[in-house]
């Protein structure tokens, strides 16, 4: 293994002949879980992150770049994903483009249950004990049968916070996500990964006025995760059902709703 982590150093140079990363000399090295984390700064700012991969007879890099107008982030082993982080009015927005189009948005909002986007699907979140709220679009048949399934692990559990408004800080803050011992952990390895994925707190649709058509939907008034707060469930833009869980508890009730509704969709 430490054979192939010191080798993987020939990645960087792979990658700049290929015309993934600018100039391959300058990078710092930080060894963690699985991988290596590859650094370059630019006039004091972070310009360049390469996240090498490795176990046994496996190797892939996971690129990001600080773009002009936007953080752009690829998978060397998926040739079709790109990822994008931007800004929209002041909050970030999260786009999975597939063979150039765009299949999966995230746009973070300012909830607030009385005035919500409309005919949308709005998703919120607590994440490191930060709450965001999102207007997700999704066009899934842009995949059609393929399952880039690495990008898509990378796309919704990259932890960025989202009270930060500026792209210089938001690489910055992706470059101390890769800083932990575990952060591909966190990304792709099976339970370890979901146990450190955001704890959810709503999922709603709704029409062309605004109002809630149809989801799940937990009012998180009391903060303590061990205390039990009301959740509703929405059909047809009417509350169907409501009961009270404590956060962990609703995260299956949420799960079992999701996975019972997404046909529908």
């Known amino acids: 293994m430490k054979k192939l982590l010191s080798s993987f150093a020939l990645t960087i140079c792979g990658l700049y002949a290929f015309g993934q990363v600018g100039d391959p000399s300058g990078f710092t090295e930080k060894e963690i879980e699985s991988g290596t984390v590859y650094k370059k700064y ?12 490795v ?20 998978n060397a082993a998926d040739k079709n994903s790109v990822i ?9 927005i ?38 965001s709220s999102s207007n997700v679009t999704t066009n899934y048949q842009i995949f059609g049968d393929d399952n880039p399934d690495k990008t898509f692990k990378l796309y919704y559990r990259l932890d960025v916070r989202s ?3 500026n792209l210089d800080s938001i690489f910055e803050n992706i470059g101390d996500f890769f800083d932990q011992e575990d952060a591909l952990l966190k990304l792709f390895y099976g339970n370890y990964a979901e146990k450190s994925e955001p704890k959810a707190l709503n999922y709603l649709e709704t029409d062309i006025s605004g109002k809630i058509q149809n989801g799940i939907y937990l009012d998180f008034k009391n903060k303590d995760i061990s205390a039990k707060n ?32 997404m046909d529908n969709q």
């Open 42 to 53: 630019k006039d004091s700012k972070l310009d360049s992150i390469v996240v090498g991969m």
């Open 55 to 74: 176990a046994v007879n496996y190797g892939n890099a996971l690129i990001f770049s600080r773009e002009k107008d936007e953080i752009r982030v690829t």
């Open 84 to 92: 994008t982080i931007g800004l929209k009015n002041g909050k970030q």
């Open 94 to 131: 999260r786009t999975f483009f597939y063979k150039n189009k765009p299949a999966i948005t995230v746009e973070n909002i300012d909830f607030d249950l009385d005035h919500l986007p409309k005919k949308a699907q709005i998703s919120s979140a607590i994440w490191n004990g930060i709450i």
């Open 163 to 165: 009270d930060l408004d």
């Open 230 to 261: 009301t959740y509703s469930i929405y059909k047809d833009g009417k509350i169907t059902k409501s009961d009270k869980a404590n956060l962990e508890d609703f995260q299956s009730i949420f799960i079992k709703y999701r996975e019972e509704t």
